[in-house]
């Protein structure tokens, strides 16, 4: 029940109250033996239309809540469980929306892919739990080296994704070269093992004539370039 709804019903109230005091108070109709009936007639729609109400609170209460936990559901599934970044299916969309947004307004966008060198030895020497924690801890220093309008996700195992609007590339290798050297220069605490981790990244700036999926191979293969070049490094695509 809309609020107009619920104030033409409140009229009606008040109308029907009106009415019905007349008719007790109308001395010709005092020994109608209608009156008594009448009366419990008119407490029934009162009670009644007291309990509808009632009912269309708790409805638009009810609608409320759903609302709210369709809109937590939603941002359940574009949210990394572990890291709290965005996760693949989010990133894509914003790529997706961020790159038709720089094709319209030939404007410059750039993403990073970032991906921790010898995780899995660490892994292997720590345990998955540390490795886990240690994802958390490198999820917060990616957020500490970009702006708000910046987008991090995870991509993937130790893979990182990062989404840079309105930067061009030397912006973008500039903000890699930021976060390679942070993650260098931090003790990670996971477990208390005070452990220390490097990272190579792969950059790469959009290019109108080439969709997602091409952009995010042209970062890929910068990364495996880092790789190969001895990692813990930054390199800009080809």
Known sequence: MTRNDRAIVSCLEDLE???FEQLMADERFKDNPLLPEMSQLHELYRTLAQRAERL??????????????????????????????ANRRAIMEKIDQEFSRAQRHQRSTSIVLADLDNFKQVNDRYGYNTGDDLLVEVARVLRSCV???????????????????ETPLEGAL?????IRESIAMTVFSANRHGIKLTASLGVCEYQAD?????????ADQALYQAKQAGKNRAMVAP
Do not use: H, Y
């Not at 080439?210 to 042209?218: A, D, G, H, V, Y």
């Open 17 to 19: 109250t009106t009415r």
């Open 56 to 85: 269309a609170k708790e409805k638009s209460r009810l609608e409320t809540q759903l609302g709210n936990m369709n809109r937590s559901l939603d941002l359940a599934t574009r949210i990394d469980a572990m890291t709290g970044l």
């Open 147 to 165: 702006r708000s309008e910046d987008i991090c996700a995870r991509w993937g195992g130790e893979e990182f994704l990062l989404l840079l609007p």
């Open 174 to 178: 500039s903000v890699a070269n930021k």
């Open 210 to 218: 080439q969709n997602i999926f091409e952009s995010i191979k042209r």
